[in-house]
């Protein structure tokens, strides 16, 4: 898919990749969440790995690990749910980590899965 640019809903700048997701059963994933394959196939709103990072649980170590900002509210309480992943250029502004993760500790590793975030203030 070649370079599309929208924005009507402040999140996204720029979109290289769309990836059609599975997510993980129990939780409502909202827009802009940051998603992380998991080692059960599914994505959930995980911990971005970063290269010296050893994985727990069902984390992938960074090799491994796909990271997509997810593109509209999933409700998954129910159980597994489809989603869209984008990777490109987002508003740092909508985005939501897993945990208490935060931009600054994983923007590198971000930017090597191809989501790069730039602060709009909007």
């Known amino acids: 898919m ?13 979109i290289e990749e769309t990836e059609g997701i599975t997510l993980l059963t129990g939780t409502t994933y909202t827009q802009g969440m940051v998603v992380t394959l998991q080692n059960t196939g599914k994505y959930s709103q995980g911990i971005v790995i970063n ?31 489809e989603g869209v992943g984008y990777t490109g250029k987002f508003n740092s502004n909508k985005i939501t980590f897993g945990g208490a993760q935060t931009e600054s500790q994983v923007a590198g590793t971000l930017q090597a899965k191809n989501i790069i975030l730039n602060d709009w203030r909007q």
């Open 51 to 81: 290269p010296e990072d050893t994985p727990a649980g069902t984390e992938l170590p960074f090799s491994e690990q796909k990271v997509y900002i997810l593109s509209a509210d999933v409700d998954a309480t129910g159980g597994d749910a």
């Open 2 to 14: 070649g370079k599309v640019t929208i924005s009507p809903d402040n999140l996204v700048v720029e």
